[in-house]
């Protein structure tokens, strides 16, 4: 597979992957000297599985964590985590923007495209840290309907560029609501599955409870966390996901990298 073109030595892409894989590093140590559990998710453990690191095109880190571990998990992370590491989010930061948690290299700084006016930002280097919760999958995918409902509705009738800036602002009511409904869901319903909401119901993923015991998973030659079974669990999110994608669709998140 000509896949080093994307990441080769050198390039603008690798390094970013490397200073990634330290920062990973960093929070696995912390994470393991504190009992925390945690696992690589998402496009981290499909690289892990099918590229034995990074996915060549990939330019940022998931993983996950247990909803009900967040406040130790904030407080041990802010008072044991060495300058330049931070664990920051809505809780711990006033100005905090972001929909999740996330552990930064404050030191290392980097350059994306904000999502909702596609400019660039000056941002810290980051790993994104989801958090997932028991929930019942039925009651999810009513909510992510009526979430889906909702979002085709306002953006059909939207036509100018400002679209996806006012579209985030109007679904945000709903999201809450929709967040909250997911919430008492899960404790009035059979819960059957951890899920996280990415800051808005309608993308809600659902994970399967093979994810326990956790188990090691090699990755750029270290060995992390990652779930106990991971066909079904990447199944899950991706189909088939020893297929490569198009050519078209192998292309990085956020970063914008110099040319």
């Not at 080769?8 to 000297?33: A, M, T, W, Y």
């Not at 711990?92 to 930064?104: A, G, H, K, L, Q």
């Not at 999810?140 to 979430?147: Q, S």
Request: hydrophobic share 35%.
């Amino acid at each position: 597979m000509e896949e080093n073109k994307y990441n080769p030595e050198g390039s603008p892409l690798r390094e970013h992957q490397k200073k990634l894989l330290n920062l990973l590093i960093v929070f696995d140590r912390l994470c393991e000297e504190n009992g925390i559990v945690w696992w690589i998710d998402g496009g981290t453990l499909l690289g892990a599985v099918r590229h034995g690191g990074f996915v060549p095109w990939d330019d940022d880190i998931d993983v996950c964590v247990l909803r009900k571990d967040l406040p130790r998990i904030r407080k041990i992370l802010r008072e044991k985590a060495p300058a330049p590491y931070a664990f920051k989010d809505s809780h711990s930061e006033s100005d905090y923007t972001r929909m999740w948690p996330r552990f930064v290299d404050e030191s290392c700084k980097v350059v994306r495209k904000d999502p909702a006016t596609g400019k660039p930002v000056d941002d810290e280097l980051w790993i994104d840290t989801f958090a997932l919760r028991p929930g019942c999958s039925k009651f999810k995918k009513f909510v992510d309907k009526l979430y889906g409902r909702c979002a085709r509705r306002i953006r059909g009738s939207i036509k100018d560029g400002t679209a996806n800036l006012l579209l985030a602002y109007l679904l945000y009511p709903i999201a809450l609501l929709g967040e909250g409904l997911v919430a008492i869901g899960g404790v009035l319903f059979h819960r059957d599955c951890l899920i996280h909401d990415f800051g808005v119901p309608f993308y809600h993923v659902q994970y399967p409870r093979e994810i326990f015991p956790i188990k090691k998973i090699a990755f750029e030659g270290y060995f992390f966390p990652a779930p106990a079974d991971v066909d079904p669990y990447l199944k899950h999110i991706y189909g088939d996901w020893t297929k490569l994608p198009p050519e078209e669709k192998r292309r990085n998140h956020e970063i914008i990298f110099p040319e």
